[in-house]
């Protein structure tokens, strides 16, 4: 069973601070880790697709990073705003092509 | 491009009742699932299709059938709703799954009675 675990469960944030959460994944049979963000009443739409140890991605004020070796991807949230309050999902592929494992998700409420 | 389309949106079952979630995509992908969401279980795997005619069980199967007849469709049956199924069911499709990962549709929020 392929265990993929997000830190914190939730957290609290005052608008304009940067935060970060972060994605534990199987180090072995590594394919893709992907992030989404998940607004409430809506559908979880696609943030990054990362493959390549050491990949940074980058939209607006939300970035990536991806350490296939150790098993984690970080996401950081610069300069939080209200409209950035969402569960952040994460969910790992591994290459054998028919694994799609979500992690639980970080919620995150950016406080104005 | 109207991406993943289900419907309905809302339904409300009595126990014992049944009812199929219609689920369509028009991007013409060979990947497709359905997930349900519960507070605190995040989204569990009920079926999946990797194209059609062929469909398999994910990680919460009972109480659920599915059928992939065209490309297009991916309807979600529940045979004798229970109030265990009171959820949010979610219709995902993707291009390939490992890499594009899923576009996922508006969801159907069911309560059964």
């Excluded at chain 2, 419907?7 to 990947?31: I, R, W």
């Excluded at chain 2, 999946?48 to 469909?55: D, F, K, R």
Aim: glycine fraction near 8%; hydrophobic fraction near 30%; aromatic fraction near 12%.
């Amino acid at each position: 069973i392929l265990n993929v675990e997000q830190s914190p469960q939730s957290l609290h944030v005052q608008e304009g601070d940067s935060t970060n959460f972060t994605c534990s994944f199987p180090s072995s049979n590594f394919y893709a880790l992907h992030w989404y963000r998940w607004e409430t009443a809506k559908s979880p739409e696609a943030l990054f697709v990362m493959t390549l140890n050491g990949d940074e991605k980058k939209k607006g004020r939300i970035s990536a990073t991806l350490n296939t070796k150790e098993g984690y991807s970080y996401l950081y949230i610069k300069g939080s705003q209200p409209e950035d309050s969402a569960t952040y999902l994460c969910a790992f592929t591994d290459n054998y092509g028919q694994n799609f494992v979500f992690g639980p998700g970080t919620r995150l409420s950016v406080l104005p | 491009n109207a991406g993943v389309t289900q419907t309905p949106k809302f339904q409300v079952l009595k126990t014992g009742q049944s009812m199929t979630l219609q689920c369509a995509q028009d991007m013409n992908h060979e990947y497709m699932s359905w997930y349900r969401q519960d507070p605190g279980m995040g989204l569990r795997l009920i079926h999946y299709s990797v194209g059609a005619g062929i469909t398999d069980q994910g990680e919460v199967p009972n109480g659920y059938n599915v059928s992939r007849s065209t490309t297009e469709d991916f309807p979600l049956r529940l045979l004798s709703a229970a109030p265990s199924q009171t959820s949010v069911y979610f219709c995902a499709s993707s291009r390939g799954l490992s890499f594009y990962g899923y576009t996922f549709g508006s969801g159907t929020r069911l309560t059964v009675v």
